[in-house]
């Protein structure tokens, strides 16, 4: 199939999870791609798993530097960019009474900060027309105990759809935001839940999803490859919600 033919696009945190899983799916529709990662061994199997052709970048989303290196790379790469996934995240679910001053920046920087500059740096990058797309979370609406601050990352990252739609549009960038439910990525690795109690963590999240299951990172990249195709031309500053119907719950 062809629905991204020789589309110029990047993914950032697309060394595991959902990123790596589209990546995948841009490279079968066409595309031409760039990933990026943080982490040594999930960029070296990302490389080894995504091909030679694909530029795999490590880059730190949380610095803003690195993030306007990485757009002069793009930039100096393909001359422009038609699509961006912006999908680099981080998921911190802790007790109110236990956060740090440095630990809610942290979660700022990668999940808003950082994200936020890269578009700003891109901006003499994208073409005309070009398509964004936000990885959010259904945790912007949903009031989950213990997810606080990331929930207040996501709440900020999805507004941007539609500030940035509004105020980009006329440059033919369009943003929408994609909002997994829980999805079986590496991502729920980093929760720091001993390995004890994760089949019951597991359980307990899964009694909440009406479709009894975690998503897989799959179904939520045919989502984004909708958004990043011209099959969404007439989508801006939209949310697609995929979460099993997890929202249904309040």
């Known amino acids: 199939m062809s629905r991204l033919q020789g589309k110029r696009t990047l993914i950032t945190g697309g060394t595991s999870g959902i990123g790596l899983e589209t990546a995948k799916h841009f490279l079968a529709e066409g595309a031409r791609v760039v990933v990026t990662g943080n982490n040594p061994g999930n960029i070296a199997r990302a490389q080894a798993e995504l091909g030679n052709e694909v530029l795999v970048l490590r880059a730190d989303s949380a610095n803003v530097a690195e ?10 790469h393909y001359g422009q960019l038609d699509v961006v996934f912006l999908n680099a995240g981080v998921s911190v679910w802790v007790p109110v009474e236990q956060w740090t001053e440095e630990m809610f920046d942290r979660s700022f920087d990668i999940n808003v900060k950082g994200p ?17 797309v936000l990885n959010t979370s259904i ?5 989950a105990a213990r997810s606080s601050v990331y929930a207040a990352t996501k709440a900020a990252f999805l ?11 006329e440059r033919g960038i369009r943003v929408n935001a994609v909002s997994p439910g829980p999805v079986e990525t590496p991502l729920y690795d980093k929760l720091g839940i001993p390995d004890a109690y994760r ?8 009694a909440t999803i009406p479709a009894g299951r975690f998503g897989a990172p ?18 801006i500053g939209s949310e697609i919600i995929v979460d099993g119907g997890r929202t249904l719950n309040g």
Request: proline share 3%; hydrophobic share 50%.
């Open 199 to 206: 089949e019951q963590v597991n359980k307990d999240i899964a």
């Open 218 to 235: 799959e179904e939520i990249a045919k989502a984004v490859l909708y958004l990043a195709s011209d099959e969404s031309r007439w989508t």
């Open 67 to 76: 993030q306007q290196h990485l757009a002069r790379v793009i930039a100096d």
């Open 116 to 132: 936020y500059f890269l578009i700003q740096a891109l901006l003499p990058v994208f073409a005309n027309p070009a398509s964004v």
């Open 139 to 143: 945790n912007a609406h949903v009031g």
């Open 159 to 169: 507004n941007l759809s539609k500030t940035l739609s509004s105020e980009l549009l």
